[in-house]
């Protein structure tokens, strides 16, 4: 069993990759903040309950005993796709970044990001030691 099929690391991993393209949308929407025409843009979300729905793709099956509990397997979530429902207000020039809010997106997405890392390194922390320990 590798590291790549815990599903919790699989999940941090493919939070952590979101807030990296998510970093970089923002980055160009501020990049373009007067640029006429241009439209702010942002990522939808990740989608995890694909990863929660479907049953492991090899080995033992996990035995789910309520329906609140939470299944999954290490399967990859489909590439990000940009949200164009972003309901910006428009400049007369047709710009529709608002600094304020761009701002605003990329220090909540700092966060969330070292988050997720924090919970990853937490969790290898955690493998480590139940490796290690006799």
């Known amino acids: ?24 949308v923002l980055a160009e929407n501020v990049a373009n903040a007067d640029t006429p025409g241009y439209l702010a843009r942002e990522l939808r979300p990740p989608d995890f309950t ?16 309520n329906a609140m509990h939470i299944g999954g397997s290490a399967s990859q979530l489909s590439s990000f796709r940009l949200d164009d429902s972003a309901g910006y207000e428009v400049t007369p020039a047709g710009n529709s970044v608002s600094l304020e809010d761009q701002m605003m997106n990329v220090a909540e997405n700092q966060m969330d990001y070292q988050l997720a890392t924090t919970l990853y390194s937490r969790s290898l922390g955690l493998l480590r030691t139940a490796i290690t320990r006799r």
């Open 1 to 24: 069993m590798s590291l790549a099929d815990l599903n919790v690391l699989s999940a941090l991993k493919i939070k952590m990759g979101w807030h990296q393209t998510r970093q970089n």
């Open 50 to 65: 694909e990863m929660l729905n479907s049953g492991p793709s090899d080995g033992p099956a996990m035995l789910r005993t």
